[in-house]
């Protein structure tokens, strides 16, 4: 069982910056990939950013790539989602998404993440 708490968000102007940060407990934390989602009011869940046990191997969005930075630090056990140059478009709940049996890749596919967290809100105003 893992548990994932994210944190951050809130209301961004547009351009502005801002840092999300997903803890997880209950399972060694460097052992599994981890990435973030967002839905939108209105649309489907949409993948945002991935990374690898390591840290090594990242893999983004088109409509983030260059805006948006994962990162993780395995001694603290959480994962951070680093957003800048924030766009009204950007506006969604987002979501950190644990997947514990393929740790050594990153991908898109919801449904191949086991664990996810509660969301948090980001709002930015243009």
């Known amino acids: 069982q893992v548990m994932l708490v994210e944190s951050g968000g809130g209301l961004v102007q547009a351009g502005g910056s801002t840092r999300l940060s997903c803890a997880a407990s209950?399972?060694?934390?460097?052992?599994?990939?981890m990435g973030w989602f967002r839905q939108a009011p209105g649309k489907e869940r949409e993948f945002v950013a991935a990374?690898?046990?390591?840290?090594?191997?990242?893999y983004y969005a088109d409509s983030v790539k260059g805006r948006f930075t994962i990162s993780r630090d395995n001694a603290k056990n959480t994962v951070y989602l680093q957003m800048n140059s924030l766009e009204p478009d950007d506006t969604a709940v987002y979501y950190c998404a644990a997947d514990l049996a393929i740790g050594r890749y990153v991908h898109a596919i919801q449904e191949a993440y086991d664990y996810w967290g509660q969301g948090t809100q980001v709002t930015v105003s243009s």
């Open positions: 990374i690898n046990w390591s840290g090594g191997s990242t």
């Open positions: 209950g399972r060694t934390f460097s052992s599994y990939a």
